[in-house]
T-cell receptor
Framework: EPEVTQTPSHQVTQMGQEVILRCVPISNHLYFYWYRQILGQKVEFLVSFYNNEISEKSEIFDDQFSVERPDGSNFTLKIRSTKLEDSAMYFC????????????FGDGTRLSIL | AQSVTQLGSHVSVSEGALVLLRCNYSSSVPPYLFWYVQYPNQGLQLLLKYTSAATLVKGINGFEAEFKKSETSFHLTKPSAHMSDAAEYFCAVSGPSGTYKYIFGTGTRLKVLA
């Protein structure tokens, strides 16, 4: 079964540094998402992306965050200047429809900011 | 705004006993509802979904959930728990229109006792 893959599985970064989290969605999917889960808290929506543009974003997704689909396969989340509170598990998801079709999630990238 | 409540952050059942994990949503219009399972160090795996077809939905691994509009509930059940069911379970809601991001509940960690 096709999978969403995320790299790296664990990223350790100094505060203030830029970090790029990478995702390869399922190949025929058109809708892409990033979520995050701070340790001990619920999974939170960050951003959705369709047709090469952001379709929706949360309050968390401020100017420090950006997303990009640089080629036909990758979907990236960039944090420009990381803060301690960015430490979390980041999940990428994709779906082939934006209504009732489920989103398929990757295994996540654990981001640790020192 | 849409919200999801999962009662019980931790649930323990004996092996072979009924599993009941509760999920209530807040919406005047029935949304799309999903249950996901997360095993340690893994991503979110879809168990089942409700998309306004049958109110009793069967999923993988013997799980099922019943959509009850009058109670705004979508509780997850399994007749007989297995040790391998120990994991964290998340209820999520999206839609029904205009937005397809997931709103997650806080999760329920299921422990299965031998």
């Amino acid at each position: 079964e096709p999978e969403v893959t995320q790299t790296p599985s664990h990223q350790v970064t100094q505060m203030g540094q830029e970090v790029i989290l990478r995702c390869v969605p399922i190949s025929n999917h058109l809708y892409f998402y990033w979520y995050r889960q701070i340790l001990g808290q619920k999974v939170e929506f960050l951003v959705s992306f369709y047709n090469n543009e952001i379709s929706e974003k949360s309050e968390i997704f401020d100017d420090q965050f950006s997303v990009e689909r640089p080629d036909g396969s990758n979907f990236t989340l960039k944090i420009r200047s990381t803060k301690l509170e960015d430490s979390a598990m980041y999940f990428c998801a994709s779906s082939d429809d934006n209504s009732n079709q489920p989103q398929h999630f990757g295994d996540g990238t654990r981001l640790s900011i020192l | 705004a849409q919200s999801v409540t999962q009662l019980g952050s931790h649930v323990s059942v004996s092996e072979g006993a009924l599993v009941l994990l509760r999920c209530n949503y807040s919406s005047s219009v029935p949304p799309y509802l999903f249950w996901y399972v997360q095993y340690p160090n893994q991503g979110l795996q879809l168990l089942l979904k409700y998309t306004s077809a049958a109110t009793l939905v069967k999923g993988i691994n013997g799980f099922e959930a019943e959509f009850k509009k009058s109670e705004t509930s979508f509780h997850l059940t399994k007749p007989s728990a297995h040790m391998s069911d120990a994991a964290e379970y998340f209820c999520a809601v999206s839609g029904p229109s205009g937005t397809y991001k997931y709103i997650f509940g806080t999760g329920t960690r299921l422990k299965v006792l031998a």
